[in-house]
């Protein structure tokens, strides 16, 4: 029913209105509605996505009939002090929800960042996904901040996983 494959240009406004149908209609339990305006109404940026399909990992997850239904994005960050990882976003819409793709998603950032010698893999769980990064294996570490977006401060929990 269900499938993960690479995501290409072509993808690129397919993979937003999943990450806005996702926010508007998974995460808004868990956020006031204040947040899920400023945060899951946003505007398509198609330089923003097609910069993110070409340069870092990004995969989607679609239906037989090919519409997009969650994505996954993890980059690798190189600098003079080494390389890092980091989740930039794993969301679903409910159709796939409890399926096990968000658990597939992350052993192949786990794969990826063990083959490129990652020490840490860092991210900015939502408020939703933070119980399901537990049981990845991540750890909490910061206390709980909020990110600016389009003036409003959206809750997130840092957290990092370590053991490769």
Not at 15 to 27: G, L, N, W
Request: glycine content about 8%.
């Amino acid at each position: 029913m269900f499938c993960i494959r690479r995501a290409d240009i072509a993808d690129a406004e397919n993979i937003h209105k999943a990450h806005m149908r996702s926010i508007q209609e998974v995460c808004a339990k868990d956020y006031s509605a204040e947040e899920i305006k400023a945060w899951g109404q946003r505007e398509f940026n198609p330089i923003h996505r097609i910069n993110n399909i070409e340069n870092d990992y990004v995969w989607v997850v679609s239906s037989d009939d090919g519409e997009i239904y969650g994505y996954g994005h993890f980059k690798i960050n190189k600098s003079a002090d080494g390389i890092s990882g980091y989740v930039h976003g794993l969301y679903f819409c409910p159709e796939c929800i409890g399926l096990g793709l968000g658990k597939e998603l992350m052993q192949e950032i786990f794969l990826i960042a063990k083959k490129s010698g990652l020490k840490e893999i860092q991210l900015d769980a939502t408020l939703t996904s933070f119980k399901f990064y537990q049981k990845m294996g991540f750890k909490i570490s910061a206390p709980e901040r909020k990110t600016m977006i389009n003036d409003v401060g959206v809750r997130s929990v840092p957290m990092s996983f370590c053991s490769f």
